[in-house]
C-alpha cells in the first residue's frame, strides 16, 4: 500500500511538467542528489574518506597516480553548482504562507534550499544553536549567500520566523540569570536584521516559581522596550505557550498585558500555536471554536498583532498543558481545524510554520542535501490543498493563482479528509522505517525510532522538558 501510494504520488508530480520531474526525481531520493555524489550517507562517505586519505599519500611527488591525482583535483576545483528554482517542482501560489522549521546545517543559506526542496512558501530557522548561550558570528559568505537565495527563490523576508534560544529566559527574577539571556536574545535579533529578516519568534519565558506572574511579564516588557533601543527593526513576537508549571504565556491575556507594556508596538507580536493553544484548552477543533479562540485573542491581544502561527497537531488531548507535537491530522486536532483555521482570511499573509515530528538528515559534505524530508513535502502540500488553494496533489502542482477562500470545511469531502490523513500517515510510516527523529539510520522495521520525536521535536519536547525548569538551570 505504502508504495503503491507513493508511486502514485511520485507519478503525478512528474507527470505535470518537466521541471517537475526533474525535481520529483531530485527530490524522491534527496533533494539535492544531483550535487551530491554519495547520498548514500554511511558506507560510500567513508569509502571517500578512504580515498581521500589515499589521495593525501599519494600526493607526495613520487606518485602520478592518474585516476587519484585526478579525483583530488576536481573536488577542489569544483564546488556544487549553485541550486536554482528550477531544480525544484514550482510552489504552490496561495496567499497562506506554508511550510516548516528547516535545518541551518552548513550554513543558513542552506535554509532557503531546505524550504524549497519541500514546496514551502514560508520557512521558520534557528539563528544560532538553539541549545549553548554563545556561538561563532554569522560569516559573511553566509549572509551574503542567504540574501542571494532568498531572492532567487523568491521568499519574502516577512515569511521567514527565525525561532529563539530555548535558553532565554527573559521573565527570570534573578538578575544576573536574566542578563545572561538578555544578551542571547539581543544577539538573536542582531542576527536576524543582518540577514535582513523582519520577524523573531522567542518563547516569553517563566517565573521559575520564584516571582509572581505580573512580575514577570513586567521583566519580558523591560526587556523588549531595551532589545527595540539596541536594534532597528526587527518585530519581536511572543509564542503562546502550552501552559506547564510557571511558564507564562500560555492564556492570551497574559500576552496581551506583556504587549500593554512595550513601548514601540509596531515592534512586537504574537505567533500562535495550534499545539499549545488547544493544550492550553482553546478547543480549535471546531469552527465555532476556532472563532471563539479568535474573538478572544482580538479581545485580549487585538487581531493586528499576529504575525504567525506554528501549524502544529496535538497528541495530548484538549487542556492537557502538555506540549507535544505531531504530524498533521494524526493527532487531537485532525485536519478539519487545519481546514478553518487555513481558509480564514486573518490568517493570510504570514509565515505558517509547521513543528512536526520528521526525519530529515543531512546528506554530503556540502550538507545541502537532506534525505526523509518526505514527511514535511506532504504536509506541506495537505494544508495548501485545506487552504483552498489547490484539491488534488495533481493542482498542488499547477501555478494557477489561489482560489478565493473557502466558505468552510464543508467544501471537503469526507473521503477527502481520510485519503489525505492516509497519505501524512503513509509518509511518516515511509521516513520512520528508514530513520529514526535523530535522522540516524534505523533497521527496516523502523524499530529504534523514537516516534513522534524528530531533531526539532526534540527540542520541542525539551522545551517540556524545560518546561518547570526553564530558568531554574540559568
Ligand atoms: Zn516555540
Ligand atoms: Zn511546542
Redesign the pocket.
Known amino acids: 500500500m505504502a508504495l503503491r501510494r507513493s508511486s502514485r504520488i511520485a507519478t503525478t508530480i512528474a507527470s505535470t511538467t518537466k521541471q517537475a520531474a526533474r525535481s520529483a526525481v531530485f527530490t524522491a531520493t534527496s533533494p539535492l542528489s544531483s550535487l551530491s555524489p554519495d547520498p548514500d550517507d554511511k558506507p560510500r562517505p567513508t569509502k571517500r574518506k578512504r580515498n581521500n586519505v589515499k589521495a593525501d599519500a599519494a600526493s607526495g611527488e613520487d606518485d602520478e597516480s592518474a585516476p587519484t591525482t585526478q579525483k583530488r583535483t576536481r573536488r577542489r576545483r569544483s564546488p556544487p553548482p549553485e541550486p536554482t528554482p528550477d531544480d525544484f517542482a514550482p510552489r504552490v501560489e496561495n496567499r497562506w504562507k506554508i511550510g516548516p522549521h528547516v535545518s541551518s546545517s552548513g550554513g543558513v543559506e542552506n535554509s532557503v534550499i531546505n524550504a524549497a526542496a519541500v514546496g514551502a512558501n514560508a520557512f521558520a530557522i534557528f539563528l544560532k544553536s538553539q541549545r549553548k548561550w554563545e556561538s561563532n558570528a554569522l560569516k559573511e559568505e553566509s549572509v551574503t549567500k542567504f540574501k542571494a537565495r532568498m531572492k532567487a527563490f523568491g521568499y519574502s523576508p516577512s515569511h521567514v520566523l527565525p525561532?529563539?534560544s530555548?535558553l532565554v529566559n527573559l521573565g527570570n527574577p534573578d538578575k544576573e540569570k536574566r542578563e545572561k539571556s538578555y544578551a542571547c536574545f539581543v544577539d538573536d535579533l542582531k542576527r536576524c536584521e543582518e540577514l535582513g529578516l523582519q520577524l523573531y519568534?522567542?518563547?516569553p519565558g517563566s517565573t521559575v516559581g520564584a516571582a509572581t506572574i505580573e512580575q514577570s511579564m513586567a521583566l519580558i516588557a523591560e526587556c523588549i522596550n531595551r532589545a527595540h533601543k539596541e536594534t532597528e527593526y526587527a518585530v519581536i513576537v511572543l509564542?503562546n505557550?502550552a501552559g506547564a508549571g510557571n511558564i507564562v504565556g500560555s492564556r492570551f491575556s497574559e500576552l496581551g498585558d506583556i504587549i500593554r507594556q512595550v513601548d514601540d508596538k509596531t515592534r512586537v507580536g504574537v505567533?500562535l500555536?495550534t499545539c499549545?493553544m488547544f493544550a492550553a484548552g482553546y478547543d480549535i477543533t471546531t469552527k465555532d471554536g476556532w472563532a471563539a479562540t479568535m474573538a478572544e485573542f482580538e479581545r485580549d491581544v487585538g487581531l493586528s498583532y499576529l504575525r504567525g502561527m506554528?501549524i502544529n497537531d496535538s497528541k495530548a488531548p484538549l487542556a492537557s498543558k502538555k506540549d507535544r507535537h505531531e504530524n498533521i491530522g494524526l493527532g487531537h486536532l485532525g485536519l478539519r481545524t487545519f481546514a478553518h483555521i487555513l481558509s480564514d482570511p486573518r490568517t493570510r499573509d504570514m509565515p505558517l510554520i509547521l513543528?512536526t515530528p520528521a526525519y530529515d538528515a543531512p546528506v554530503g559534505k556540502e550538507k545541502l542535501a537532506w534525505e526523509g524530508m518526505g514527511v514535511w513535502r506532504t504536509e506541506v502540500s495537505v494544508l495548501n490543498r485545506l487552504s483552498g488553494c489547490c484539491s488534488s496533489p495533481l493542482e498542488a502542482e499547477d501555478e494557477t493563482p489561489a482560489r478565493p477562500a473557502r466558505e468552510g470545511e464543508g467544501e471537503i469531502g469526507e473521503s477527502e479528509y481520510e485519503g489525505w490523513r492516509e497519505e501524512v500517515h503513509e509518509a511518516v510510516k515511509t521516513a520512520s522505517k528508514a530513520r529514526d527523529a535523530k535522522g540516524r539510520k534505523v533497521d527496516g522495521a523502523g524499530k529504534k525510532a523514537r516516534k513522534g520525536k524528530r531533531r526539532k521535536g526534540d527540542e520541542?519536547d525539551a522545551?517540556d522538558e524545560d518546561d518547570d525548569s526553564c530558568g531554574e538551570d540559568h
Open positions: 525561532h529563539g530555548y519568534n522567542f518563547h509564542e505557550m505567533c500555536d499549545h506554528h513543528e520541542e522545551e
